[in-house]
C-alpha cells in the first residue's frame, strides 16, 4: 500500500538556521509531491509541489524541495530560518490512478528559538 | 486569504443535536473534499464529491451526511455525533481534468467539538 513517511515529529531550530524536513513515499511509481503548511488554528496553506520536469522545485515564503527518485524523498528546505516559519509541515503525495486523493504524513511541527 | 472559505470557524454541539458545516470554494473547481484532522493522527479523506456526484466515502459513519448541491457549495451534515468525532474538519476542492495530481486547496478547517 502507499504511504507517506515524515521520521521527525517535531524539529527545533534556531532563527537563521537552515531547515531540512524529511518526507519518504512509498510507491512504484513516481507519484506527484506536495508539502503543505498549517499554522496553529488554521487551514493547509500550499508550499510547493513536483508534478514533472526540474527534480528541485522552488515554493513560497523562501522553501524548496528536492525529489530524490532513487531514495524516495521528497525533503523541504529553508536556507534562513525565520520565527514566523514555526508550524506543522505536511508532506503529502497523489499517486498516478488515483486521481486527486492526497495521502498525508503525519506532520513535523517545527519550532524556532529566538 | 483562501478561496475555500468554510463557516462556521467554531463549533460545539451536543450529541443529540443536528448542525451542517459549510464550504464554499471561489476557484472554479470541479471537484470538492472533506478532510478529518485529529490530534496526531494523520489527515483522514472522508467524501469526494466531482461533477457534483460523490465519487469516494473512506467507510465514514453514517452520522456524518455530506452534501454537494453544485460544483461550489459542499456541505457536511452532522447528526447524533460522538465525543471522538471532535476534531478539525477541512474542506478542500482542486479542478479535475485528464491527468492525475492537480493541486488541492484547503480551507481554514471548522473545529468542531461534541460534548
Known amino acids: 500500500a502507499q504511504s507517506v513517511t515524515q521520521p521527525d515529529i517535531h524539529i527545533t531550530v534556531s532563527e537563521g538556521a537552515s531547515l531540512e524536513l524529511r518526507c519518504n513515499y512509498s510507491?512504484?511509481?513516481?507519484?506527484?509531491l506536495f508539502w503543505y503548511v498549517q499554522s496553529p488554528g488554521q487551514g493547509l496553506q500550499l508550499l510547493l509541489k513536483?508534478?514533472?520536469?526540474?527534480?528541485l522545485v522552488q515554493g513560497i515564503k523562501g522553501f524548496e524541495a528536492e525529489f530524490k527518485r532513487s531514495q524516495s524523498s521528497f525533503n523541504l528546505r529553508k536556507p534562513s530560518v525565520h520565527w514566523s516559519d514555526a508550524a506543522e509541515y505536511f508532506c503529502?503525495?497523489?499517486?498516478?490512478?488515483?486521481?486527486?486523493?492526497?495521502?498525508f504524513g503525519t506532520g513535523t511541527q517545527l519550532k524556532v528559538e529566538l | 486569504e483562501t478561496g475555500v472559505t468554510q463557516t462556521p470557524r467554531h463549533l460545539v454541539m451536543g450529541m443529540t443535536n443536528k448542525k451542517s458545516l459549510k464550504c464554499e470554494q471561489h476557484?472554479?473547481?470541479?471537484?470538492m473534499y472533506w478532510y478529518k484532522q485529529s490530534a496526531k493522527k494523520p489527515l483522514e479523506l472522508m467524501f469526494v464529491?466531482?461533477?457534483?456526484?460523490?465519487?469516494e466515502n473512506n467507510s465514514v459513519p453514517s452520522r456524518f451526511s455530506p452534501e454537494c448541491p453544485n460544483s461550489s457549495h459542499l456541505f457536511l451534515h452532522l447528526h447524533t455525533l460522538q465525543p471522538e468525532d471532535s476534531a478539525l474538519y477541512l474542506c478542500?476542492?482542486?479542478?479535475?481534468?485528464?491527468?492525475?495530481?492537480?493541486?488541492?486547496?484547503f480551507g481554514e478547517g471548522s473545529w468542531l467539538t461534541v460534548v
Open positions: 476557484l472554479g473547481h470541479n471537484a
Open positions: 464529491y466531482s461533477l457534483e456526484e460523490r465519487v
Open positions: 478542500a476542492s482542486s479542478q479535475e481534468g485528464r491527468t492525475s495530481g492537480n493541486t488541492i486547496y
Open positions: 513536483y508534478f514533472s520536469g526540474d527534480t
Open positions: 510507491y512504484g511509481a513516481t507519484p506527484y
Open positions: 503529502a503525495v497523489a499517486f498516478t490512478g488515483g486521481g486527486n486523493k492526497l495521502t
